[in-house]
């Protein structure tokens, strides 16, 4: 696989704003002031359009070496040309000050010398508007202010202004610091302060990670997950976004471009699990106030996304970009599938907010105010449990009676029965059961005798990964040979490899998916675990993890054929699961009667 696709990226952030950076230095993808701004650094997908911000060798061919500083979301690229080599340590500072987060929209990258007298030149050049907007520029002394955004971006550096003016090489033979900021400029001396921000934040990761609860298998790649998974939250509303880009196709310029800038309500129950797994409870709280703002009492339905500030209107539009690679169009912004019908979501909201309830670590949120949410999203399921709707997997041009969407009715329904004994609410809890056996009544209906398997859906017999779920929650018990029946039939149509799976093979809106999907096969990882086949279950995790970038990080598909990684990236759903598929093993293994 030596020539497959990678995104040759790092990621950091701060849970204000991320930035994807090249390994050849660039800050290829940038988004001010939120997530879901437009970028003011956008060549990942606009090409020339998307301004640049890089530190390159003067002239000449070079080598790159690129990885996170121990147990942090802190990059070093270190860069290495002959015998000439310099090092670029990127950061957006994160830190405890004052009893709250310091967590400002600024950027700090340290130049720092490693060997010999290398030359570099430094561009700085940002755009505005999707790359429609061209930055003009004011010098100050140690300052260069760009202008033509909402608020003032702004670079402050001790390397000559001249310099970065005029992209003009110099010797790195000291360290240099820049710092973009946005809106707040930097308000103190360089040097002291870019080193204070990198100490601090060093310690601020470590400790984090620290404690993380983790088994002690697979620690590497779970820290790594649970470190990206951290700075895709939102900090200041509590939303996770899928994916901190936009348009990245999910093959080479087949058309599957989509915005993933957004917080999916399915991605909350998998999403909180995780963080649950592994012991940060900060972040769930963080999250259960963003969905506390969803207007989830008086709508008739809920969405399937909202904005990360709680926007419902997602209205997609296509920008004039030549897209990743410089042909993957359409580029996309906004999401038509906030527009959706997508029924498993009752379920997933009922089992993300089921811990504020019954798990004592938390506040008591019993009120009647809860009890009327609960009710609210338990009558959503009795109105749509026998309606077919877009499913798990959005399909834009068919409507099914999803056995997923079921599962997770079932699955709510039992949570909502488990809330309704909390608040001693019996109407509730007798409302909550019976939908519960209506649910299992539709999932019934999509097993194949002759398959010995579930179907992805009443009347259709296609097979699907998602069902995959039915064994991780439990619906299917874990020691029954419908178990072992249920996953081999998945086993034999949709795996590829020890653990690479396809969502589905059947045609959808675009034709048949032609790449795996990375959450898919860390649910199978997940479900040979369950069904205590412990070797396989490591055997299939530690294949998925290798099709990782060369930092750990993990886009949404992979190519079967060639390993190449492909899809938004990174992609929160694919880190979620190998949490969760990790935490799953290691507990499978510490089974007082595990042989």
Same mark, same amino acid.
């Given at each position: 696989?030596a020539?497959?696709?990678?995104?040759p990226?790092?990621?950091?952030?701060n849970?204000?704003?991320?930035?994807? *950076?090249?390994?050849?230095?660039?800050?290829?993808?940038?988004c001010?002031?939120?997530?879901d701004?437009s970028?003011?650094?956008g060549?990942l997908i606009?090409?020339?359009?998307?301004?640049?911000?890089?530190i390159?060798?003067?002239?000449?061919e070079?080598?790159?070496?690129?990885?996170?500083?121990?147990?942090t979301?802190?990059?070093e690229?270190?860069?290495n040309q002959?015998?000439?080599a310099?090092?670029? *340590?990127?950061?957006?500072p994160?830190?405890m000050?004052?009893? #709250?987060y310091?967590?400002?929209?600024m950027?700090v990258?340290?130049?720092?010398?490693?060997?010999?007298?290398?030359r570099v030149k430094v561009?700085?050049?940002?755009?505005?508007?999707y790359?429609?907007?061209?930055?003009?520029?004011?010098r100050?002394?140690?300052?260069l202010?760009?202008?033509?955004l909402?608020e003032?971006?702004?670079?402050?550096?001790d390397?000559p202004?001249?310099?970065?003016?005029e992209?003009?090489?110099?010797?790195? $033979?000291?360290? !240099?610091?820049l !710092?973009?900021?946005?809106?707040a400029?930097?308000?103190?001396e360089?040097?002291?302060?870019?080193?204070?921000?990198?100490?601090?934040t060093?310690k601020?990761?470590?400790?984090?990670?620290?404690?993380?609860?983790?088994?002690?298998?697979?620690?590497k790649?779970?820290i790594?997950s649970a @470190?990206?998974?951290?700075?895709?939250?939102?900090?200041d509303?509590?939303?996770i976004?899928a994916?901190?880009?936009?348009?990245?196709p999910e093959i080479?310029?087949?058309g #599957?471009?989509?915005?993933?800038?957004?917080?999916?309500m399915?991605?909350t129950?998998?999403?909180l699990?995780a963080?649950?797994?592994?012991?940060?409870?900060e972040?769930?709280?963080?999250?259960?106030?963003?969905l506390?703002?969803?207007?989830?009492?008086?709508? $008739?339905?809920?969405?399937?996304?909202?904005?990360?500030?709680g926007?419902?209107?997602?209205t997609?539009e *296509?920008?004039?970009?030549?897209?990743?690679?410089?042909?993957?169009r359409p580029?996309?912004?906004?999401?038509?599938?906030?527009?959706h019908?997508q029924?498993d979501?009752?379920?997933?909201?009922? @089992?993300?907010?089921?811990?504020?309830?019954?798990d #004592?670590?938390?506040?008591?949120?019993?009120?009647?105010?809860?009890?009327?949410l609960v009710?609210?999203?338990?009558?959503?399921?009795?109105?749509?449990?026998?309606?077919?709707d877009?499913?798990?997997?959005? !399909?834009?041009?068919?409507?099914l009676?999803?056995?997923y969407?079921?599962?997770f009715?079932?699955?709510g329904?039992a949570a909502?029965?488990k809330?309704?004994?909390?608040?001693?609410?019996?109407?509730?809890?007798?409302?909550?059961?019976?939908l519960?056996? #209506?649910a299992a009544?539709?999932?019934?209906?999509?097993?194949?005798a002759?398959r010995?398997?579930?179907t992805h859906?009443?009347?259709s017999?296609?097979?699907?990964?998602?069902?995959l779920?039915?064994i991780l929650?439990?619906?299917?018990?874990?020691?029954s040979q419908?178990?072992?029946?249920?996953?081999?039939?998945?086993?034999?149509?949709?795996?590829?490899?020890?653990?690479?799976?396809?969502?589905?093979?059947?045609? $959808?809106?675009?034709?048949k998916?032609?790449?795996?999907f990375?959450?898919?096969?860390?649910?199978?990882?997940e479900?040979?675990?369950?069904?205590?086949?412990i070797d396989?279950?490591?055997?299939a995790f530690e294949?998925?993890c290798?099709?990782?970038?060369h930092?750990?990080?993990?886009a949404? $598909?992979?190519?079967?054929?060639?390993?190449?990684q492909w899809?938004n990236?990174?992609?929160a759903?694919?880190?979620v699961g190998?949490?969760n598929?990790?935490?799953r093993?290691?507990?499978?293994?510490?089974e007082?009667?595990?042989?």
């Amino acid at each position: 696989m030596a020539d497959f696709h990678q995104y040759p990226h790092g990621l950091i952030g701060n849970c204000a704003y991320l930035a994807l *950076i090249n390994k050849d230095t660039n800050i290829d993808w940038m988004c001010l002031p939120r997530f879901d701004s437009s970028f003011v650094f956008g060549a990942l997908i606009a090409g020339e359009k998307g301004g640049e911000f890089s530190i390159k060798p003067a002239e000449g061919e070079y080598l790159v070496r690129q990885e996170y500083r121990n147990n942090t979301n802190i990059l070093e690229t270190e860069v290495n040309q002959g015998s000439d080599a310099y090092k670029v *340590i990127d950061m957006a500072p994160r830190f405890m000050q004052t009893d #709250r987060y310091y967590r400002p929209l600024m950027l700090v990258r340290k130049i720092e010398p490693i060997r010999g007298l290398p030359r570099v030149k430094v561009r700085c050049r940002p755009t505005g508007d999707y790359g429609k907007k061209q930055l003009d520029r004011e010098r100050g002394s140690n300052h260069l202010r760009f202008f033509g955004l909402d608020e003032s971006l702004r670079l402050t550096t001790d390397i000559p202004l001249n310099y970065i003016i005029e992209e003009r090489e110099f010797v790195v $033979d000291r360290p !240099f610091y820049l !710092f973009l900021t946005y809106g707040a400029p930097l308000e103190g001396e360089i040097v002291k302060t870019a080193e204070n921000f990198l100490s601090q934040t060093t310690k601020y990761w470590q400790r984090w990670v620290k404690s993380t609860s983790i088994g002690k298998l697979f620690q590497k790649e779970v820290i790594r997950s649970a @470190l990206t998974l951290k700075i895709c939250q939102y900090e200041d509303t509590g939303a996770i976004v899928a994916a901190p880009t936009t348009s990245l196709p999910e093959i080479n310029g087949g058309g #599957r471009n989509w915005d993933y800038r957004f917080s999916w309500m399915r991605d909350t129950f998998y999403t909180l699990n995780a963080f649950n797994h592994i012991g940060h409870f900060e972040e769930m709280e963080k999250y259960f106030s963003f969905l506390a703002n969803i207007p989830m009492h008086e709508k $008739d339905k809920i969405q399937p996304l909202y904005g990360i500030v709680g926007q419902s209107k997602l209205t997609e539009e *296509i920008l004039d970009l030549p897209g990743y690679m410089g042909n993957n169009r359409p580029v996309r912004i906004g999401n038509d599938a906030y527009t959706h019908i997508q029924n498993d979501v009752y379920g997933q909201i009922l @089992l993300a907010i089921l811990p504020l309830y019954v798990d #004592r670590r938390f506040n008591n949120f019993s009120s009647a105010s809860s009890e009327q949410l609960v009710m609210s999203v338990l009558e959503k399921i009795e109105r749509t449990i026998n309606d077919p709707d877009a499913g798990l997997w959005e !399909f834009r041009g068919m409507a099914l009676k999803h056995t997923y969407t079921n599962l997770f009715q079932w699955a709510g329904s039992a949570a909502a029965a488990k809330m309704a004994e909390q608040f001693e609410h019996p109407n509730l809890a007798r409302m909550a059961q019976a939908l519960q056996k #209506r649910a299992a009544a539709n999932i019934e209906k999509t097993y194949s005798a002759e398959r010995r398997a579930y179907t992805h859906a009443i009347n259709s017999p296609h097979l699907d990964a998602s069902t995959l779920q039915l064994i991780l929650m439990n619906y299917i018990p874990h020691d029954s040979q419908k178990a072992r029946d249920h996953l081999k039939a998945l086993e034999s149509e949709l795996k590829v490899g020890k653990g690479l799976f396809f969502r589905y093979i059947h045609e $959808d809106d675009f034709g048949k998916p032609e790449n795996t999907f990375m959450i898919c096969g860390f649910w199978y990882a997940e479900a040979l675990a369950c069904v205590g086949r412990i070797d396989e279950a490591c055997e299939a995790f530690e294949e998925l993890c290798n099709y990782g970038n060369h930092l750990g990080l993990f886009a949404e $598909d992979i190519d079967p054929e060639t390993g190449s990684q492909w899809g938004n990236f990174p992609q929160a759903y694919s880190h979620v699961g190998l949490v969760n598929a990790a935490y799953r093993i290691n507990n499978k293994i510490n089974e007082p009667n595990f042989l």
